[in-house]
């Protein structure tokens, strides 16, 4: 009968584990999902406002007759900001969390209140 119960023990003890990883992948899923949905934002973002300023150079150029490329200075500023995000997101991935990086961190947020 011992043997019985320490068999459903471990077959639950597997259960809960397999749960806890299955939570575990569906939220980092869902994190991953959202930081690509909040890159494509940036970008088109960064492309339309970029567009634009590339659009006021070329009517000041057309009827001023001034043709000095201002525009690549936000280009180039905001584009090391998007070639971050970009890494952030669709770089290697970082190491996985571990239950010991969890308690370490919650540990230094206890000494910080």
Known sequence: MQDTDD???TKDAK????VVTQDRLTEAAVKRIK???DFMGHLLVYLLVNGLLVG???VIGLHSGSWFFWPVFPI???GIGVAMNAWAVY???SEPITDDAIAQEVERLRRRT
Request: charged share 30%.
């Open 76 to 78: 180039l500023g905001w």
């Open 56 to 58: 006021i150079w070329l």
């Open 35 to 37: 930081a690509r949905r």
């Open 7 to 9: 068999t459903k023990d």
């Open 91 to 93: 770089g290697p991935p």
């Open 15 to 18: 259960d809960r584990a397999q």
